[in-house]
């Protein structure tokens, strides 16, 4: 098992480094200077060689990766031109506000979708499982950014039940917190539970045909035992396989997100730095993202033989 | 006290509560009928069958896929699908009508008084529970005691079915055992509770030959030793020829000889038995021996024909097998009945084979029972 | 919405199937080679946007861009959606909203689908050296997430119609040609295409003749629910100001609009919302119908 996850874990270093520069390569490659989006339309010839010389761009590509990764890390990020403040602290006052909101929305997801595929399973066509089928079909086609706009209007503004934006710290105000960080979870969940559900369901439906299920009854098991103790836990995993898939829809809607709700998260960090120019904090956000994509992915399939004891051994 | 010898029978008749103190059978299947609803037809997997069991005696029911004795097991259960099924007649069990009941009242039975072992061990234990607690859930939920007694009497279990370090299977899972060990383990769960009836559906087929007669033996000890009723289920006559008291012969739905064990084989009076018999292969036929094979398939139990089910492969079959279904009669000897019109060793049926052979309905000489018989019919 | 659910008792006599019907339009019958009421009904609607969206420019719409009245005003005779927080008829916007995200959502999957199912096309039939190059290049792309992807190449190549498309065009890449790879490597493995092979046939014509005919039908309803997705994406990345610019509407920036104003006037966001959601829908209703359709009759096989 450590064995295991030894080799799986020499394998994400050069998935990591393969990332970083590919990552490096295409925001650096692209058509465009980016000096000129930076000075924008008064971009003076002095404004323009200063700039270049400050940001390296008139090195050749492979130098100004290595620099850049070197200088990456010793976790120096560069730093927001317009500020001056590091890029690294930056993220660092980010990213946990952005992973808060992701856990959130996923136990939000995974509190409803988890109870309504399972008994949505134990009576498949009956209201339960037909109604709920039905929302989630719908629920896939609702893009995140009009889920939450819908949301803020009826529950931020007409209802004045959570605020429509802000973002309350936990240490400083857990409840203000859980509050502030409601609708922006919700907002996300919805897309989750839509489909955890029909693949739980699904999975569920499967198991219970099986054998052992049947042998389980036959032992005079009570059927909510046999659902949760014998049924789900070999259903879970492709939800599991899904959760660690979906991180990077997550992601992409966390930004939406954390633009309508007015989260500090790295997702408006990348987006303001986007709309300000700030070239290298963005290469930053974006790098940040990317690995921490590849490490969720690497974490989520250490789980599975957790989960499912045939697949522990490598070789039996 | 043997199987239960009927005259007819017996129509949609009910058994009242025989009063207390008398010698109730342990198991009473009354007239029992199950089928299933599908989109073409109605299926009549179990079509009147009816059957009774004294306490620690062993009832073997000898079938071909299809002829619906994996269905009959499970209907003795109650085990059976909520949606699309009907079921008719009486389970008396220990004098109660468990037919009647909900599920709810029969889990409290099912693992404690009336268990079963299921045909394929491969995929009858759950994957990702450890064996420790698919024996020990039962135990503790029936008999209500606490963990740490639950694991010692599983060890027990363990053992008493023959597993080495039995210990230290509680904390492994399925696939680290053979299947011969899963079945041991299948036993044991059914064993684990001292149920009065047990209900073995075919409990070797799916196991190598070499294991087969190790748990089949297993079985019978633990039957003796408990003093354990048990219906074993199986398409291999040859398994049940030493092992039970009383045998039930089923084809197509309806039980159409039943005997003591003996008596069967020395005796036997349908034809399917008889064909049923010639066909266990011998150790003693020199090889390459043509094996004999029934010919034709079971019926289609959607749409059953009128008259004996068993007339299109029968070689003894004349123009009243197919007009009018046999019922079961007794024979001479006590606890036997059979259902035919030309019975096997009667004079009728030595002239219906006869007939049937000169007309040139029978391809070769079909020799009685206990002969290397050649060839099939039709 | 999977296939009509099926109710097996088998009980090693003969296996009895009953089928449930779960699916609004799916028959009860699991065998059913019908597309469906809700197929034609979602094509149709599609079908309806795409003919608004080409003929925008000549309908008798008002004006997308002038304010015409006051802003704010409930729907009307006059102004179908009513009118948005600058004085602008909000039918007319929506319908001129169309075009972008059609164009957008079709273009892309069509390239992502020229490009991708190309190479998954080849790799899933040549197998070898280019399998394992293709592949390994698609989970490389794939460990990126998308939008963020996205809105980099976006904001650095400068938010046009033409960027977004491309941008998203080569986000589809790699899903896509990992899935065509899938269906051709099954396809490859059967007997027809052996047979053809030990004919001697090029491997051109094996290609085209006996591979595509079977890989495009689920590539269609792949590519269907893709467009669905794009949309999206493009919906996502307008919303956020970096697609197409305004005055420009596009349904993403129209509810980037009307979220600013949601508690007073939800009609300004709600309607472009609205037609975003249906289109969405009817899409993934038509890709699903049809991959259920291409599914069952495979089973016949």
Redesign the interface.
């Known amino acids: 098992m450590a064995g295991l996850a030894l080799r799986k874990f020499l394998l994400l270093i050069p998935?990591v480094f393969?990332?970083s520069v590919?990552?490096f390569l295409?925001?650096n490659l692209?058509?465009?200077n980016?000096v000129y989006?930076i000075l924008g339309p008064g971009a003076t010839p002095k404004g323009v060689a200063q700039l270049t010389a400050q940001l390296h761009l008139n090195r050749p590509i492979y130098d100004r990766y290595a620099d850049w990764l070197w200088a990456a890390l010793h976790g120096n990020f560069g730093e927001s031109y317009l500020n001056h403040v590091a890029s690294s602290s930056l993220i660092k006052q980010a990213l946990p506000v952005t992973l808060e909101l992701l856990i959130y929305s996923q136990v939000i997801a995974l509190a409803v979708s988890v109870p309504l595929g399972v008994y949505a399973a134990r009576r498949?066509?009956g209201w339960v499982?037909?109604g709920s089928?039905?929302v989630a079909?719908?629920l896939?086609?609702?893009?995140?950014?009009?889920v939450g706009?819908?949301l803020?209007?009826l529950f931020a503004?007409?209802w004045h039940l959570f605020p429509a934006t802000g973002y309350r710290h936990l240490s400083s105000d857990p409840g203000g917190n859980l509050r502030s960080l409601f609708l922006p979870s919700v907002t996300l969940a919805v897309g989750l539970l839509a489909v955890y559900l029909?693949l739980l369901r699904?999975d569920m439906?499967a198991t219970l045909?099986q054998d052992y299920i049947t042998v389980a009854r036959a032992k005079g098991l009570r059927p909510r035992y046999i659902l949760w103790r014998h049924a789900f836990r070999p259903s879970m995993f492709s939800l599991v396989t899904v959760i660690g898939l979906n991180?990077?829809?997550l992601?992409?809607?966390a930004?939406?997100v954390e633009?309508?709700f007015g989260i500090p998260g790295i997702g408006s960090l990348?987006?303001h730095s986007?709309?300000q120019r700030d070239y290298l904090v963005?290469q930053a956000c974006?790098l940040i993202?990317?690995v921490g994509?590849?490490l969720v992915?690497f974490t989520v399939d250490l789980i599975y033989p957790l989960l499912d004891p045939r697949v522990r051994r490598v070789r039996s | 006290m043997n199987a239960a010898a009927t005259n007819t029978v017996p129509e949609a008749t009910t058994r009242s509560r025989p009063p207390a103190g008398r010698d109730v059978p342990l198991l009473d299947v009354v007239d029992l009928h199950t089928n299933?609803?599908?989109?073409h037809a109605v299926?009549r997997?179990v079509d009147g069958v009816s059957l009774t069991l004294e306490q620690g005696r062993t009832l073997g029911v000898v079938g071909e896929?299809?002829?619906?004795k994996?269905?009959l097991s499970?209907s003795i259960m109650g085990l059976l699908?909520r949606?699309?099924?009907i079921r008719r007649g009486q389970v008396l069990f220990e004098g109660d009508d468990i037919a009647q009941l909900d599920e709810e009242r029969l889990s409290r039975i099912w693992g404690a008084r009336m268990a079963m072992v299921f045909?394929d061990p491969m995929t009858s234990l759950n994957p990702v529970v450890r064996i420790g607690r698919q024996l020990t859930e039962h135990v503790r939920l029936h008999n209500k005691v606490s963990k740490a007694h639950a694991t010692e009497r599983a060890v027990e279990l363990l053992d008493s079915v023959g597993i080495p370090e039995p210990k230290r299977r509680l904390d492994e899972y399925p696939h680290q055992l053979s299947g011969g060990m899963r079945q041991r383990v299948m036993i044991a769960i059914a064993l684990a509770c001292s149920p009065k009836l047990l209900l073995a559906d075919?409990p070797t087929t799916a196991l190598d030959v070499t294991v087969q007669s190790q748990i089949l033996d297993l079985l019978s000890a633990q039957q003796r030793e408990r003093d354990m009723a048990m219906v074993l289920v199986t398409h291999d006559l040859g398994v049940v020829a030493g092992r039970t008291d009383d045998i039930a012969v089923m084809y197509a739905g309806k039980i159409v000889e039943k005997a003591p064990t003996r008596t069967l084989f020395a005796n036997m009076r349908m034809p399917y038995t008889e064909a049923l018999i010639q066909s266990i292969p011998r150790l003693a036929n020199p090889s390459h021996s043509r094996l004999n094979v029934i010919p034709g398939r079971p019926p289609d139990?959607g749409n059953p024909p009128a008259g004996c089910r068993f007339a299109p492969r029968c070689a003894y079959a004349q123009d009243r097998c197919r007009e009018e279904q046999p019922p079961l009669v007794a024979a001479d000897q006590p606890g036997h009945a059979y259902a035919c019109w030309y019975p096997v060793g009667t004079p009728e049926g030595r002239d219906a084979l006869a007939r049937n052979q000169r007309e040139g309905r029978v391809q070769a000489a079909t020799a009685p029972a206990a002969g290397a018989g050649a060839g099939g019919t039709r | 919405?999977?296939a009509p659910?099926l109710?097996?008792?088998q009980?090693?006599?003969?296996a009895?199937?009953?089928?449930?019907?779960?699916d609004?339009g799916a028959e009860v019958?699991a065998a059913k080679k019908r597309l469906g009421w809700v197929f034609w009904l979602s094509s149709g609607w599609v079908g309806l946007v795409v003919l608004a969206a080409i003929l925008s420019p000549v309908l008798p719409l008002q004006d997308p861009d002038l304010p015409q009245t006051m802003p704010g005003l409930a729907p009307s005779g006059a102004h179908w959606f009513g009118t948005d927080d600058l004085g602008r008829d909000l039918f007319s916007r929506v319908v001129h909203g169309a075009p972008v995200s059609l164009i957008v959502g079709f273009a892309s999957i069509g390239l992502g689908l020229a490009v991708g199912g190309t190479l998954g096309l080849l790799a899933g039939y040549f197998r070898g050296f280019l399998d394992q190059v293709v592949t390994g290049f698609s989970n490389?792309l794939?460990?990126?997430?998308?939008?963020?992807?996205g809105?980099?190449?976006v904001?650095?190549?400068?938010p046009s119609l033409l960027h977004v498309t491309i941008a998203i065009a080569v986000l589809s890449i790699a899903p896509l040609a990992l899935v065509v790879r899938g269906s051709t490597v099954i396809y490859s493995e059967r007997e027809f295409v052996a047979a053809a092979r030990m004919l001697g046939t090029s491997n051109r014509r094996i290609i085209v003749r006996e591979l595509l005919p079977n890989v495009v039908p689920s590539a269609v309803s792949l590519g269907l629910i893709s467009v669905?997705v794009a949309i999206?994406a493009e919906?996502?990345l307008s919303?956020?100001?970096?697609s197409v610019r305004p005055p420009t509407p596009t349904w993403?920036n129209m509810?980037?609009e009307?979220?600013a104003v949601?508690?007073q006037h939800?009609l300004i966001?709600?309607w472009p919302?609205l037609a975003?959601?249906v289109t969405?829908?009817a899409l993934?209703f038509a890709g699903d119908r049809l991959r259920q359709y291409f599914d069952v009759k495979e089973g016949g096989l």
């Open positions: 998935v393969i990332v590919a990552t295409l925001l692209l058509p465009g980016p989006l498949p066509g499982d037909q089928s039905s079909f719908g896939l086609a609702a893009p995140a950014f009009l706009v819908l803020v209007g503004v007409h029909r699904s439906i045909q991180v990077g829809a992601i992409g809607g930004f939406l633009v309508i990348t987006l986007i709309y963005v974006v993202i990317a994509y590849v992915n | 299933f609803r599908t989109e299926v997997a896929s299809g002829s619906g994996t269905v499970r699908p949606r699309n099924v045909q075919e139990m | 919405m999977s659910e109710d097996v008792v009980f090693g006599g003969p009895v199937v009953i089928a449930q019907p779960d609004p019958v490389i794939l460990a990126f997430p998308a939008l963020v992807l809105l980099a190449i904001t650095f190549w400068g669905a999206v919906g996502g919303f956020l100001g970096l993403g509810i980037a009307g979220q949601i508690g939800p966001a709600l919302g975003m959601f969405v829908l993934n």
